[in-house]
C-alpha cells in the first residue's frame, strides 16, 4: 500500500519561510520522480517543483529562486524549502509520486495547507 504524508504546512506571515516534507511508503522510493503541486480555490492544480530520482529538478516559473527541493533517498522523504513566501503562495500543497517508467504507477498526498498573511 501507497502512502504519502505531507508535514510541515501551516500559517506564515509575508516575506517568511516554510519547509514541507512528504514521507513515502509502499514505493520503490529511490526510482520514483518526487513533486509538489499545488492547488489555490478557483485554480487548476500545478507543478511547483519536481525532483528525479538522481537529483535532477524542475521548477514552476512562479517559484524559481525562492523554492527549493531536495530528497533523501535514505529516508523515503522529499522535502520543499519556500523562502520569501506571498500572499499568491496560498494554496494547498501536494506530494506526488511518479513512475518515470510506468507511468500509470501515479500517487499523490492528501495535501498540506500553506496560508501566507500578515
Known amino acids: 500500500q501507497v502512502q504519502l504524508v505531507e508535514s510541515g504546512g501551516g500559517l506564515v506571515q509575508p516575506g517568511g519561510s516554510l519547509r514541507l516534507s512528504c514521507a513515502a511508503s509502499?514505493?520503490?522510493?529511490?526510482?520514483?520522480?518526487m513533486g509538489w503541486y499545488r492547488q489555490a480555490p478557483g485554480n487548476q492544480r500545478e507543478l511547483v517543483a519536481a525532483?528525479?530520482?538522481?537529483?535532477?529538478?524542475n521548477y514552476g516559473d512562479s517559484v524559481k529562486g525562492r523554492f527549493t527541493i531536495s530528497r533523501d533517498n535514505a529516508k523515503n522523504t522529499v522535502y520543499l524549502q519556500m523562502n520569501n513566501l506571498n500572499p499568491e503562495d496560498t494554496a494547498v500543497y501536494y506530494c506526488?509520486?511518479?513512475?518515470?517508467?510506468?507511468?500509470?504507477?501515479?500517487?499523490w498526498g492528501p495535501g498540506s495547507q500553506v496560508t501566507v498573511s500578515s
Open positions: 506526488n509520486a511518479r513512475n518515470p517508467v510506468f507511468t500509470r504507477n501515479n500517487y
Open positions: 509502499g514505493i520503490s522510493f529511490g526510482i520514483y520522480v
Open positions: 525532483i528525479t530520482g538522481g537529483g535532477s529538478t
